[in-house]
């Protein structure tokens, strides 16, 4: 009698660890992501393009040179961004840095963060 209440038990017990697995996994998997799976698309570097987008919306806080000015410096910036990070930073801003998904087209954005994930 015990052994079968106890087998029952273990049953159970078996069950709710598959749900758990199976409903908390992806969950942290998420987040450890950062919430979406978000991958800039491979590109060629279109340096003339890119400095052209770099005078008309960046040079202003961020140096002629990429020294740095109100923003920091750029000129070995894909050394310790990745293009995500680098995308994610310029569409969306934050702490003084404004963000461009309005003002530039997903295609300019994908341009630039190229071009900046080449400067090591
Ligand atoms: C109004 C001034 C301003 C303009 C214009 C601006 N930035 Fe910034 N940017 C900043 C500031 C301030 C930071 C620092 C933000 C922080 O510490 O979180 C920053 C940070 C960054 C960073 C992250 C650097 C790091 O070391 O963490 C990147 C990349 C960047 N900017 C790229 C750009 C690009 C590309 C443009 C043009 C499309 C641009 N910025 C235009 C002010 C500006």
């Keep these: 009698m015990y052994t079968r209440l106890l087998a ?36 060629a570097v279109d340096a003339p393009a890119s400095e052209q987008l770099y005078k008309n919306m960046c040079i202003a806080c961020h140096g002629d040179r990429m020294q740095g000015a109100v923003g920091p410096e750029l000129a070995h910036i894909g050394a310790s961004m990745t293009k995500e990070q680098l995308y994610k930073k310029i569409s969306g ?3 003084g840095m404004p963000a461009f998904e309005n003002r530039l087209t997903e295609d300019q954005l994908i341009t630039i963060t190229t071009w900046l994930a080449s400067h090591k």
């Design 93 to 95: 801003g934050g702490g």
């Design 8 to 43: 029952v038990l273990v049953g159970l017990a078996c069950v709710f660890g598959v749900y758990l697995i199976s409903t908390g996994l992806p969950d942290k998997e998420e987040s450890a992501t950062g919430g979406t799976k978000f991958m800039v698309p491979e590109r």
